[in-house]
């Protein structure tokens, strides 16, 4: 099977001879680059193994071997589909994340599930910790059994539900502003699952400053320490030894650091 990646996969590749590829892109305009194209079916490939595929691949390519297509995604399909299935699952608390791999098809994420692996979320999760402890290396393991199965002709191809289907938007700076009119939690999982790339932010004292490693705070904590005003929160911060405490719409508390190389007015 050829390999199209410089990771270190297909640097052991290259040493068994098997064929790889670098291909900085399959299609201009929308259109498969047939040069390309026929690159890939001289290696006579009798199945194409996409983990976390950042391109958009073409169908002749997607089609072409005789066992088709199959796709690493790191939701519960069908919730999540798009770019930014991990940043999501934390913003919007679920409780439960994983991962699916699916039988690729012309639409995006759609395709008919082949098997899934889930684990809880835990509540201070970001999007590095949940891919560390389960979506990486149990991924890794639930591609190697997809193969497994599908080499034993044994694997299934289960039609994705219309019921609980999602697809949010790709996760940018420009979009990941904080909207402090919520509540604290609210607040958390918006910081938590922007943490760290591409970073949750606001505007304070006329800079933008990045938030992160943010946790949930027992409600009844007093803590001492210098007052921070931020431009739409209900209540000032407070800027403490061990970080900033913010305050939810609802009177609650979260505590984070900051990238303070951005905002050099106070010290955590």
Not at 10 to 19: I, Q, W
Request: with cysteine; glycine share 10%; net charge neutral.
């Amino acid at each position: 099977m050829p390999l199209f990646s410089s990771s270190p996969a297909a640097t052991e590749a290259e040493k068994d001879g098997v064929p790889v590829f670098k291909f900085p892109r399959w299609r201009v305009k929308g259109q498969a680059i047939l040069e390309v194209v026929d690159q890939y079916k001289a290696t006579g490939a009798e199945l194409n193994v996409l983990p976390f595929c950042s391109q958009f691949i073409p169908m002749e390519v997607i089609d072409h071997p005789k066992h088709g297509s199959i796709i690493y995604h790191p939701s519960l399909l069908p919730r999540h589909r798009g770019a930014s299935a991990i940043n999501w699952t934390l913003i919007q608390g679920d409780k439960k994340g994983g991962f699916t791999v699916f039988w690729a098809d012309d639409g995006l994420d759609t395709g008919p599930i082949l098997l899934q692996r889930e684990c809880d979320v835990e509540p201070n999760d970001t999007v590095n910790t949940i891919y560390k402890r389960f979506l990486f290396p149990e991924g890794i393991k639930g591609m190697v059994e997809a193969v497994r199965l599908i080499t034993e002709g044994k694997a299934p191809k289960i039609t994705q539900p219309q019921e609980g289907a999602t697809y949010e938007c790709i996760q940018k700076k420009e979009n990941a502003k904080i909207d402090w009119n919520q509540p604290a939690k609210a607040i958390h999982n918006w910081i938590r699952g922007n943490d760290k790339v591409p970073g949750a932010w606001a505007e304070v004292d006329g800079q933008e400053v990045t938030f992160f490693g943010s946790t949930l705070v027992d409600n009844g904590t007093v803590a001492n320490g210098q007052p921070l005003e931020i431009p739409g929160a209900s209540q000032p911060g407070i800027v403490t030894k061990t970080g900033l405490l913010l305050f939810g719409n609802d009177g609650k508390t979260v505590s984070q650091l900051t990238r303070m190389n951005q905002y050099k007015s106070f010290t955590v």
